[in-house]
Every structure is written in C-alpha cells, then in structure tokens.
C-alpha cells in the first residue's frame, strides 16, 4: 500500500530534550516536506526538500533540522525542543521535485512542557 | 496581508444544499493551485486540482479567477459526509521556487 508513515504518532517531552521525528515513504517520491498545524495558523512549511542531499527552509525553520540522506527518509530534528514546538507536525511527499499534489502521513502530536 | 486567506466559517449546511468557499492568493506569480480536505484530526488530503479553465470531479467544481486573485470550490448535493475543513493550497511558479503555502482552511459541517 502506497503510504506516507511517521514515528511516533504522540510525544510528549520536557523542554531541552533532543528527539527525531522520523518519516517514511514507500512511492520513490522524490518532493517530501513537513508542515506543522496550529489552531488559527493553519498549516506552515517547516521544511522541504527535492531529493536526496537538497534541502531548504520553509517558513518557519527555527528550531528544527532535517536530513535527506535517502530518498525515503526526512526525519524532522528538535536538537533542544521547547514549549512554543508543541504542534501537530505532518509530513508530506509528492511525486517529481516539486510539490504538486502531495501525500501527508498521519500526524504526529507533540506535546513539549 | 497572508498569502493565502479563507474564510474560516464555520458554514453550517443542510443535506442537499449547495455551498460555496474562496480562497485568495496575494503572490500573482503563483501558479498551481490545490484544494485539500482535513477531518478532524486527521491529515489532509487531496480534493481536485484547480486548472485555469476550471474542473469538475461529481459535485465538487473548482473554479480560478486569476484577474480577482482567487479560487474557488462548489459543492453541490452537500453530503452529511462532506463535513469538514478545506484547505486551499498555492504554488508559485517552478523554477526553484517550491515553498507551498496553505491557507488557514474553511469548516463545513453539513445537518441533517
């Protein structure tokens, strides 16, 4: 089944604590992206990259890394994770190197105190 | 003024009604347009592509109002099922350019 995964589905961390979001695509998508969704803010780019090695910043990057070292993987990196990132963190990948009609894995609820 | 800008209801419908959303856009080079379907706390998904002379897929009809700098979508027959939160989505053109923006989405709820 052509899917979008990412691990975990809910965490919940202390401030300063480093964690990996990981994300995983099965479609050989070259385009993936993660977003994080915030009530009245809607959806915003954290994120994206266009293959493997090519990486760049969305809109709001502050506080995060990303590595694309294959084409599968874009885990998303909170190196020292604080209270302002508590989101729900989506990724997404579409197919070619730019983002037409992208596919979202299910979520990942953040909560950091 | 943000890039993508809907109205965020909610608009309450009854079953069988038609109902309307916009969306607009302030970046005028942007070029590929999308709307998304969100259930409540669920992730989103594809609804229809926005092509410029305007698409049909069953009840649901996009529609692109480059001059205005707006999109558009028409649900016709409204379904108890329909209810939920459409994003509008746009692209600037390629070229480097890849960021995408999303709109801060419309509720549906549709009543029996």
């Known amino acids: 089944e052509a899917q979008v995964t990412q691990n975990p589905r809910y965490l919940i961390t202390v401030t300063g604590k480093k964690l990996t979001v990981t994300c995983s695509q099965n479609?050989?998508?070259?385009?993936m992206s993660w977003y994080r969704q915030d009530p009245g803010l809607g959806l915003r780019q954290i994120y994206y990259?266009?293959?493997?090695?090519?990486?760049d910043k969305g809109d709001v990057p502050e506080g995060y890394k990303v590595s694309r070292k294959e084409k599968r993987n874009f885990p998303l990196i909170l190196e020292s994770p604080s209270p302002n990132q508590t989101s729900l963190y989506f990724c997404?990948?579409?197919?070619?190197?730019?983002?037409?009609?992208?596919?979202f894995g299910p979520g990942t609820r953040l909560t950091v105190t | 003024r943000k890039e993508v800008e809907q109205d965020p209801g909610p608009f309450n419908v009854p079953e069988g009604a038609t109902v309307a959303f916009n969306c607009t856009y302030s970046n005028s080079a942007s070029q590929s347009f999308f709307w998304y379907r969100q259930d409540c706390r669920k992730e989103p998904k594809l609804l229809m592509s926005?092509?410029?002379s305007g698409n049909e897929d069953g009840r649901f009809t996009a529609q692109l109002n480059r001059a205005s700098q707006y999109i558009s979508l028409l649900i016709r027959d409204s379904k108890l099922s329909d209810s939920a939160t459409y994003l509008c989505?746009?692209?600037?053109?390629?070229?480097?350019?890849?960021?995408?923006?999303f709109g801060t989405g419309t509720k549906l709820q549709v009543i029996p």
């Open positions: 989505v746009a692209r600037p053109h390629s070229g480097g350019y890849q960021k995408v923006t």
């Open positions: 926005v092509y410029s």
């Open positions: 997404a990948s579409s197919l070619g190197g730019n983002p037409s009609e992208q596919y």
């Open positions: 990259s266009m293959n493997v090695e090519v990486t």
């Open positions: 479609m050989n998508h070259e385009y």
